[in-house]
């Protein structure tokens, strides 16, 4: 009932910059959380950012200062710009949204995840 397209993925140097991109379309009366995690092989997914139309945003203390999430609430979009990147930032980076629908059920979906490789 919720899509998510991510888009933005790639190859880069290390302190090079990349931006995410998440769309969500489907049955949405309105979207409640917008995050980003990220999967290394091998390794959990874990938290990257999130946004909160009440708690504003969070992210995780290893990209504090170099990662930036913000969203687009009229075409229901989320960003997450990357700077300065590492080649420890390297894994598949996934979208998640919190909606409430038309139905005013509340699901939460994942996007189908972007590859992001940072090279040294």
């Known amino acids: 009932q919720v899509q998510l397209v991510e888009s933005g993925g790639g190859l880069v140097q290390a302190g090079g910059s990349l931006r995410l991109s998440c769309v969500a379309s489907?049955?949405?009366?309105?979207?409640?959380?917008m995050a980003w995690y990220r999967q290394a092989p091998g390794k959990q997914r874990d938290l990257v950012a999130i946004?909160?139309?009440?708690?504003?945003?969070n992210y995780a203390d290893s990209v504090k200062g170099r990662f930036t999430i913000s969203r687009d609430n009229a075409r229901n979009t989320v960003y997450l710009q990357m700077n300065s990147l590492k080649p420890e930032d390297t894994a598949v980076y996934y979208c998640?949204?919190?909606?409430?629908?038309?139905?005013?059920?509340?699901?939460?979906?994942w996007g189908q995840g972007t590859q992001v490789t940072v090279s040294s």
């Open positions: 489907g049955s949405i009366f309105s979207i409640n959380d």
């Open positions: 946004i909160s139309s009440i708690r504003g945003t």
């Open positions: 998640y949204v919190s909606s409430t629908l038309t139905s005013r059920s509340t699901i939460g979906t």
